[in-house]
């Protein structure tokens, strides 16, 4: 089955860790995003990419990194420099060519840092 | 820049009533609009999409969107709600030519028996 894969489901960490977030999608698609969702405050873009070894900010990528090694996959780093970071995050890939631009979604990791 | 308004952070209605989740945007060109569902703990799944072809768009679950320019709204309706449809829903706006997609703040939908 083609889809989107996020692991763990459940995260949780001490604060002052860093932590790594696994997505990894086998759609062949060339897009691929970070979201963190919070209650009531919709999805916020973190980071995306376009290509292999290219990516860029979203609206709220302080205290985050990522890498794009790979078409397959995209994981995301919560440093210690990220103030909040308890949230459910969300990764996305979509294709570049065609122009629908719809984003299919991975099933989320629920981090809880104390 | 882009910008998604959700009217009502949560909406009742009882089982077998009219569903409608408002949505409204801002995009400085011809959006594309998309409306996804969310069951808690979930990720979100594709709804309808709007791409600058008819102006009514059909999709699963029953669920259909109406594109208004005059009103810059894409409200999502399905005539009968079921149990099922309890979730969040999410509105979301891209300009042609960008692949980043702006949300709103999601709808919750509570259907009551």
């Known amino acids: 089955d083609g889809g989107i894969t996020q692991s763990p489901k459940y995260l949780f960490r001490k604060e002052g860790q860093n932590v790594t977030l696994s997505c990894e999608q086998n759609l062949n698609h060339d897009a691929m995003y970070w979201y963190r969702q919070d209650p009531g405050q919709g999805l916020r873009l973190i980071y995306y990419s376009q290509i292999v070894n290219d990516f860029q900010k979203g609206d709220i990528a302080e205290g985050y990194s990522v890498s794009r090694e790979k078409k397959e996959s995209f994981p995301l780093t919560v440093t210690s420099a990220q103030k909040n970071p308890t949230a459910f995050y969300l990764c996305?890939?979509?294709?570049?060519?065609?122009?629908?631009?719809?984003?299919?979604f991975g099933p989320g990791t629920r981090l809880t840092v104390t | 820049a882009q910008s998604v308004t959700q009217l009502g952070s949560h909406v009742s209605v009882s089982e077998g009533a009219l569903v409608l989740l408002r949505c409204n945007y801002s995009?400085?060109?011809?959006?594309?609009l998309f409306w996804y569902v969310q069951y808690p703990n979930q990720g979100l799944q594709l709804l309808l999409k709007y791409t600058s072809a008819a102006t009514l768009v059909k999709g699963i679950n029953g669920f259909e969107a109406e594109f208004k320019k005059s009103e810059t709204s894409f409200h999502l309706t399905k005539p009968s709600a079921h149990m099922s449809d309890a979730a969040e829903y999410f509105c979301?706006?891209?300009?042609?030519?960008?692949?980043?997609?702006?949300f709103g703040k999601g709808t919750m939908l509570l259907v009551s028996p």
């Open positions: 979301a706006v891209t300009p042609k030519g960008y692949s980043t997609l702006t």
């Open positions: 995009s400085s060109v011809p959006p594309y």
């Open positions: 996305a890939s979509s294709p570049t060519s065609g122009d629908s631009y719809e984003q299919y």
